[in-house]
C-alpha cells in the first residue's frame, strides 16, 4: 500500500481565514496533500499531537495574526514541538499594517518560518509560490520522492554521509537505505551481491542501472555522464575555480556576456552557502532561501546561458603555459585559459582533538551539514563556535533535536555574532549557550558519540571532568582559506587569504610589471581572487555574488589587453584562435 499523503493544517478561529485558507489549498493541492483545517488553537494542538503519535507526516502548518485571531502566533510557536521538521507560515490580511511589527518580530524569533498574505481572490500566484517553495524546502530537507540514486551504507559511516550531503547538496534525487532494511537487503539480493564494498552506489536513471561499490568522487564524475572533460585543444577564456556563490555568478555574468567559461568544482555546487538551510539576508528573497536552492537556480542559469562545469573534480595546480594558463585538474586532465578566477572560498578550522576526529561522520559533523539535522530528531545536540555559522547551525538543529548547547570559549557573542541571531537563539526554548567552555575530548559508544568533555576557558563554569551528552557535535570554529594549489607566488595575507588589488598587491618581476593590478587581481598577472577567499571580502553570499559579478568587468579588461597571438593553440591540440566563442 502506498505511503498516506503528507498533512496541510490550518488552525485558526478567523472564520473568514478558515474558509478561505481550506479552500484554496484543497484546491491546489488536494491530490497530494490531506489539508486539515481545525477552528481553533486548541483543536490543532490535538490534531498535532494525534497525528505525531500516528507518525504522520506534517508538510506545513498554517496559523493566521490578526483582529480575529491574536493567538496564531503562539499557536505556531507551540506546534514546532509536535512536528519541528513542519514548515511553519503566518497568514495576515493584506492592509492590516497594525500587525505587521508584531508578525515581524515573532518570525525573528523562530516562531514561524514565512509570513504569507491571505488570497483575496482565485489563482492568486503569489500565494501559491510561496507555499510552494515552503514546500520544496519541506522536501529537499526530508529527502523523500524520486529516487534517481539508491545509496546503499551504514549509519554513521564517514564516507556514506560524504555521499549523502554530496548528493542532496548537488540536488542530486537520492535515497538512502541502511544496510539492513528491507529495501537495502531487497536491492542487494537482486544486484546479487552477497558481500559488497560499501557504501553501494545505484544510478536508476541509466539503463541498465549502474552499480558502484564504495565508488570515489571521479567514478561517481563518471557514471553521472553530466559533465565530461571538454576537449584538449579547447582554450577557454576563463576558468572559475569553486562553485559557491561568487563563482556561480562570474559564471552567469561571464557566459552571458559572451566568454567562455569552464567551472572546475570539487565538492557541490553552493560553496558553503549551499549547507545553509535558511539565508534570510539575500536582497530579493523577502521570505529567505534555502543555500541550497539560491545555488541549484544559479548552476541552473548558469549552465543554460552556456558555462561548461567539471564537478566532483578539484583544481590541483597552476603554471602559466605560454600565452595561456594551464590548469590541472585531479582527473588528470589540464585546462587550457586565458584566465583564472580563484573563487574557493574557506575550509572549516579543525578542533585537533584526535578522539573527536576519529568520530568525524559517526556523531562529529564539521559545518552545519543540513542533511543531518533530521536525525538529531529527540537528541541533545551540540555546536562549538562563536560566529554566525554557529547561531544559524544552533537554530536549524533546534528544529530536530530535543535540546542544542552552544559551547562558546569566550564570555560572550557581541563581537561575532549578528544581534538578530542573538535574539533568535535567546528566544528559543530548547537552546542554552555555555561560555567560557572549551571541549577537551569525547567519549563514544559503540563508536558513537556519546558525550562531549568539557572545561572551563576563562570563567567559565565547566566542572573538572564534566562530560555532556551529545547524540552530535557540530564544529563550527573558523575558516581557512583553500590556496594550497596555488602557487607560492601569489601573494596572501598573514591569515592566508589572497590580496588583491593595486593598493595591496605588486606584480613584482612577473610579466605585466608595467601596470598596476586590477581591483581584484592577485599578484599573478590574469589570476583574480573573489569571495570568501579573498582578503578583506566581507564573508557574505550577497558580497559574494558582487564579486563574481564585477570581476568579469575586469575579465573583459584583462581580455582586451592580452589578446591571444595568432597562432596560439592548447598544446596538444589545433585549436587557434577562431576556436574562441567571443
Ligand atoms: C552554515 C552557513 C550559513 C551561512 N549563512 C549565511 C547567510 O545567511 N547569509 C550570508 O550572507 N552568508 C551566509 N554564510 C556565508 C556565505 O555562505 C559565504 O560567505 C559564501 O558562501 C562565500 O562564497 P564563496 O563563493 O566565496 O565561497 P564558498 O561558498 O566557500 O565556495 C567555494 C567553493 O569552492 C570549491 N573549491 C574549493 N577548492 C577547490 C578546488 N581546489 N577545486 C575545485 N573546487 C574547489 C568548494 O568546494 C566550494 O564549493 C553562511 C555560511 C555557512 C557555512
Known sequence: ???????????TTDATSRRILGDELRRRYGADYEVVVCDGHAHGRAVLEGLRRWNRQVALILGCYGPADRGGLDFLRRAYGFHPAAKRGVVVTWGDFASAPTVFRAVAQGYAELVIIRPERLRDEEFHGAITDALDDWHLAQGVGFEAVRLIG???????????????RNHIPAVFHPVGSETAERTLEGLDLRDPVLPVMVLEFTAPPIVLENPTDLE???????????????????VVVGAGPSGLATAVYASSEGLSTMVVEGEAVG?????????RNYPGFSRGVSGAHLAYRSFHQAWTLGTDFLFLRKVEGLRVDGALYAVSI???????????????????????????????GRGVFYGATVSEAPSMAGKHVCVVGGGNSAGQAVLHLARYAKKVTLLVRGPTLAASMSEYLISQLEATRNVAIRFGTAIVGA??????????????SGAGDAVPGEEIEAGGLFVLIGSMPRTSWLPETVERDPAGFLRTGGRDVSFGGSAGADRIPLALETSMPGIFAIGDVRAGSIKRVA????????????????????????????????????????
Open 1 to 11: 500500500m502506498d505511503d498516506p499523503v503528507p498533512i496541510m493544517l490550518i488552525a
Open 154 to 168: 551504514e549509519v554513521g559511516d564517514e564516507r556514506t554521509h560524504t555521499l549523502r550531503d554530496s548528493l542532496s
Open 330 to 360: 585531479s582527473d588528470g586532465s589540464k585546462v587550457h585559459c586565458r584566465t583564472v578566477v580563484v573563487a574557493t572560498g574557506v575550509d572549516y578550522r579543525r578542533l585537533g582533538i584526535p578522539q573527536l576526529e576519529d568520530l568525524v
Open 220 to 238: 561517481i564524475a563518471e557514471a553521472m555522464g553530466v559533465t565530461r572533460p571538454p576537449p584538449a585543444d579547447k582554450i577557454f577564456d576563463v
Open 543 to 582: 558580497t559574494a555574488v558582487g564579486d563574481g559579478a564585477t570581476v568579469v568587468s575586469m575579465l573583459h579588461a584583462y581580455l582586451a589587453e592580452h589578446p591571444l597571438p595568432a597562432a596560439s593553440a592548447a598544446p596538444g591540440g589545433a585549436a587557434a584562435r577562431e576556436e574562441l566563442p567571443r
Open 271 to 279: 560553496g558553503q552557502a549551499g549547507t545553509s538551510s535558511l539565508i
Open 443 to 456: 567519549r563514544d559508544q559503540d563508536g558513537f558519540l556519546a558525550a562531549v568533555k568539557v572545561a572551563a
